[in-house]
């Protein structure tokens, strides 16, 4: 299942409020950030909108994994 179909299905179910997603973030520690699934307000193929103290727009190419709780629900495949 693609990523952007994996969102949708958690938006639409109302589990997103209950997922983490970790995007790569320079600057961040470890280059990654968490953010939040109640905070994203919109989904689209090719990114997804976050409010933060303005709202951002990420790449979907730069989300490394969706978590629910303790569970991985996607990750990113590493470069062979």
């Not at 950030?33 to 979907?60: C, N, W």
């Amino acid at each position: 299942m693609m990523l952007q179909d994996i969102l949708g299905k958690l938006k639409w179910s109302g589990e997103l409020k209950e997922c983490e997603i970790i995007i790569r973030h320079r600057g961040a520690p470890n280059d990654e950030l968490a953010i939040s699934g109640d905070k994203v307000t919109e989904i689209k193929r090719s990114y997804f909108s976050y409010q933060g103290e303005e709202e951002v727009t990420i790449p979907m190419h730069r989300i490394l994994e969706v978590r629910k709780g303790l569970k991985t629900l996607w990750q990113k495949q590493s470069a062979k």
